[in-house]
């Protein structure tokens, strides 16, 4: 291995491609996946929108896309991908797969995150006549903020994970680099040095996530 014939500058832009490509993805995981898990639990057995069919359409959706390996996901949401992005490569191409993989993910988090605050919270709030949305707003999401924040972290970490997996289908960033230089031409430097910044990427966002998360609850 020779560190020293490394084209360090298409090591940069492939991860400035994983950066945006995770930044993106997880703006609209939290705007589709807060709203989407906030009415999986207010539709779920015994909460105050209490709707089963609503509740079970919503489960099946969010499990069965859950379930599906991202690859095969990549794979199958190409033409869908050309509709919406315009192209299924590069950033652009990686960002419906990603947020169709992760959204699920992040509502199943939020969804829990609310089950284990004290439903006290919730009467409190229906025992001085507010509705369901200034509960939601005023009391639920503010007392879940720090799970939230705490799910939003674990997301991107996946995010980095599945935009990886995104370079088979040329998707760009870090995994295209170490697919098409690590593993097709033997580069085993590309390869290593890839894995290197995505660990590197994964411990920065823990460790921030775990500082912010500390901050919030000394509060």
Known sequence: MNFGNIDWLLI?????DTLLMTGFSLLF??????????????????????NTIVYQVLSFIVNVLRSVPFLILLIVMIPLTRVLAGTSLGVEG?????VASAAPFFARLVENVLRELDPGVSEACRAMGANSRQTVLLAL?????????????????ALVGYSAMSGVIGGGGLGDLALRFGYQRYQTDVMIVTVVILVIMVQLLQV?????????NRK
């Not at 940069?12 to 400035?16: D, I, L, N, S």
Request: no cysteine.
């Open 141 to 157: 999401l503010p007392e879940a903020t720090t799970g939230i924040i705490a799910a939003v972290i674990v997301t991107a970490i």
């Open 29 to 50: 995981t939290v705007v589709i996946g807060l709203p989407l898990g906030v009415v999986l639990f207010l539709t779920s057995p015994r909460q105050m929108l209490s």
């Open 94 to 98: 990686a960002v419906p797969p990603l």
């Open 208 to 216: 921030f996530g775990d500082r912010l998360v500390a901050r919030l």
């Open 12 to 16: 940069g832009e492939a991860t400035v």
